[in-house]
């Protein structure tokens, strides 16, 4: 048999055939070891992405279908072009560069404050966990520090947590970097990506 029909049959559906014809061509009998992958066509079906998506897209250049979408990097929106979009986001795309965009957490929610979020599209200020440490005294014998401070003697010297004996001419510093890592800003550890929105449907 040339062509092999496989029908699943039931009271209200229909047969559905699968042909396989590859090897019908040449006359070879059809099985598992004659039939050909590549005579199979499929057809993805269209994905509706809805406007407003935002998108990490990871390189400098654009997608394929670039025209749909807009950098959020503050430009204008074109109300005619973006009507959509221009509902959702007003006359600018929103700003994200050099942001981390973080799930919105109703206050009402209740829950734990340390994942309190700022409104929704609203820039929440940077900020750091509390760092501490202690001074203390041996009279007549030690300058003691702990956590973020630490005992230098007037020569500049370092002494890790203590004086010297007898001493009492003694710099103390605050050193955030003695407890954690420090740079010119407060972030977690990141790669940088590109922000795209979604402009047509």
Same mark, same amino acid.
């Given at each position: ?47 509706? /992405? +809805?406007?407003?998506? %935002? *998108?990490?897209?990871? =390189? ?5 279908? &670039? !025209? ?54 609203l820039v929440q200020g940077d900020a750091i966990r509390n ?6 005294? /041996? +009279?007549?014998?030690? %300058? *003691?520090?702990?956590? =973020? ?5 007037? &020569? !500049? ?31 977690p550890v990141n790669v940088a990506v590109r922000y795209l ?5």
């Amino acid at each position: 048999m040339s062509i092999v029909h496989l029908c699943l049959v039931a009271i209200t559906v229909p047969c559905l055939v699968l042909s396989a014809w590859a090897s019908a061509l040449a006359g070879a009998p059809v099985d598992a070891t004659s039939f050909d992958p590549k005579t199979v066509f499929i057809k993805a079906a269209p994905v509706n /992405v +809805p406007v407003g998506t %935002v *998108i990490a897209w990871p =390189a400098a250049s654009d997608p394929l279908d &670039a !025209g749909n979408w807009l950098e959020c990097d503050g430009r204008a929106v074109d109300r005619t072009k973006y009507p959509r979009l221009h509902v959702l986001v007003g006359d600018q795309t929103p700003d994200y560069r050099g942001m981390f965009l973080r799930g919105y957490r109703d206050p009402q929610a209740g829950g734990s404050g340390d994942h309190a979020t700022a409104g929704l599209g609203l820039v929440q200020g940077d900020a750091i966990r509390n760092i501490t440490g202690d001074l203390g005294e /041996v +009279p007549g014998i030690a %300058v *003691i520090g702990s956590g =973020a401070f630490h005992v230098e003697d007037v &020569a !500049g010297t370092s002494s890790p947590g203590y004086g010297a004996s007898g001493q009492t001419r003694v710099r103390v510093r605050f050193d955030a970097s003695k407890t954690v890592p420090t740079a010119g800003e407060t972030r977690p550890v990141n790669v940088a990506v590109r922000y795209l929105i979604r402009a047509l449907p």
